[in-house]
């Protein structure tokens, strides 16, 4: 069956939908949801400083590249990029360089900032020190870097590459540790509460599937290695996709439906969850905390005491 809009052979059939769709107009329709999803979200705001957290993987250079054609064509917004380099070797190390050679290319500003400079070692060190999985520690050490660094360089909000898969995980993982707080925190723009020390998070694929970014990254050819992190296997998150990948095959449209729900009851949770949210600022590091002390000043602690 030929591409459903034109005669051209088809390259992906559509998540929870029976249309099959050719090159350019896969590629259409991929750049209008992605549109559709800021405007839907109200995502962005004239004047905005929007850095785009990029690891040189497909989610986040496809985000860069879009956000970097919308400012070119709208001049709304400023636009530059940060990386992370949590010091993973054979896997961190090449997607940095992927990230260098589009970020020159298209003559955007990356911004590095890396935990061996920042905490003294890198993950691959932190890891053999305590007894937390690698996944555990390098979320908070990461969504510290982000956020300090977005701020100090003065940018507003910080779009991320996450997509209907990772959240519909997200979900999931709260739901079964019984974490509804966190998902008040979850949805296409994150935060609860209005801080200047708090950078809000934009997701603008929040509504485009894993495959759907894999092949738009694919087919636009952007220089990206195809690589998961050594660590990956032994998160939690790991053992969530892989089931509810599987779900998803026998009872296509789930993951679609697990968003839709939850749009429906997030206003509910963040009304409940805001009026006992807390914004402190951290009695060590003075960054952004619900709590006296950071987490990641608590990992800190401990990693610096074995
Ligand atoms: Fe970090 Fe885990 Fe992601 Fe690897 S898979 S980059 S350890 S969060």
Same mark, same amino acid.
């Given at each position: 069956?030929?591409?459903?809009?034109?005669?051209?052979?088809?390259?992906?059939?559509?998540?929870?939908?029976?249309?099959? $769709?050719?090159?350019?107009?896969?590629?259409?329709?991929? &750049?209008?949801?992605?549109?559709?999803?800021?405007?839907?979200?109200?995502?962005?705001?004239?004047?905005?400083?929007?850095?785009?957290? $990029?690891?040189?993987?497909?989610?986040?250079?496809?985000?860069?590249?879009?956000?970097?054609?919308?400012?070119?064509?709208?001049?709304?917004?400023?636009?530059?990029?940060?990386?992370?380099? &949590?010091?993973?070797?054979?896997?961190?190390?090449?997607?940095?360089?992927?990230?260098?050679?589009?970020?020159?290319?298209?003559?955007?500003?990356?911004?590095?900032?890396?935990?061996?400079?920042?905490?003294?070692?890198?993950?691959?060190?932190?890891?053999?020190?305590?007894?937390?999985?690698?996944?555990?520690?390098?979320?908070?050490?990461?969504?510290?870097?982000?956020?300090?660094?977005?701020?100090?360089?003065?940018?507003?909000?910080? !779009?991320?590459?996450?997509?209907?898969?990772?959240?519909?995980?997200?979900?999931?993982?709260?739901?079964?540790?019984?974490?509804?707080?966190?998902?008040?925190?979850?949805?296409?723009?994150?935060?609860?509460?209005?801080?200047?020390?708090?950078?809000?998070?934009?997701?603008?694929?929040?509504?485009?599937? &894993?495959?759907?970014?894999?092949?738009?990254?694919?087919?636009?050819?952007?220089?990206?290695?195809?690589?998961?992190?050594?660590? !990956?296997?032994?998160?939690?998150?790991?053992?969530?996709?892989?089931?509810?990948?599987?779900?998803?095959?026998?009872?296509?449209?789930?993951?679609?439906?697990?968003?839709?729900?939850?749009?429906?009851? $997030?206003?509910?949770?963040?009304?409940?969850?805001?009026?006992?949210?807390?914004?402190?600022?951290?009695?060590?590091?003075? &960054?952004?905390?619900?709590?006296?002390?950071?987490?990641?000043?608590?990992?800190?602690?401990?990693?610096?005491?074995?």
């Amino acid at each position: 069956m030929p591409c459903k809009n034109c005669k051209e052979k088809p390259v992906i059939q559509l998540p929870n939908n029976p249309r099959k $769709l050719c090159k350019t107009h896969f590629i259409r329709y991929f &750049e209008k949801k992605a549109l559709y999803t800021i405007k839907k979200f109200s995502l962005i705001a004239k004047n905005d400083k929007i850095i785009i957290a $990029l690891s040189g993987g497909k989610d986040s250079t496809s985000l860069l590249y879009l956000m970097n054609e919308l400012s070119k064509k709208t001049r709304l917004f400023l636009l530059e990029a940060i990386l992370i380099d &949590e010091g993973i070797k054979g896997y961190r190390d090449k997607t940095k360089k992927d990230a260098l050679a589009f970020c020159k290319k298209a003559n955007i500003k990356l911004n590095i900032f890396s935990y061996k400079q920042e905490f003294g070692m890198t993950l691959d060190q932190m890891i053999r020190r305590i007894p937390q999985k690698p996944c555990t520690i390098c979320g908070v050490f990461r969504r510290y870097l982000l956020n300090k660094y977005s701020r100090k360089l003065g940018f507003n909000k910080l !779009a991320t590459g996450h997509n209907l898969d990772d959240e519909a995980q997200s979900i999931l993982m709260n739901q079964f540790r019984r974490n509804n707080a966190a998902s008040a925190r979850l949805g296409p723009i994150t935060g609860m509460l209005e801080s200047k020390s708090f950078i809000k998070r934009i997701k603008p694929f929040y509504l485009l599937t &894993e495959k759907e970014t894999a092949a738009y990254s694919f087919l636009k050819g952007f220089p990206i290695t195809f690589t998961e992190c050594p660590y !990956a296997l032994q998160g939690y998150r790991w053992d969530v996709r892989i089931w509810l990948n599987n779900i998803e095959s026998k009872y296509p449209g789930t993951k679609h439906s697990i968003i839709t729900s939850f749009l429906e009851t $997030l206003p509910l949770l963040k009304a409940h969850y805001k009026a006992s949210a807390k914004l402190n600022s951290c009695t060590t590091c003075k &960054e952004p905390t619900s709590k006296n002390i950071c987490q990641a000043c608590v990992l800190l602690k401990e990693l610096k005491h074995v």
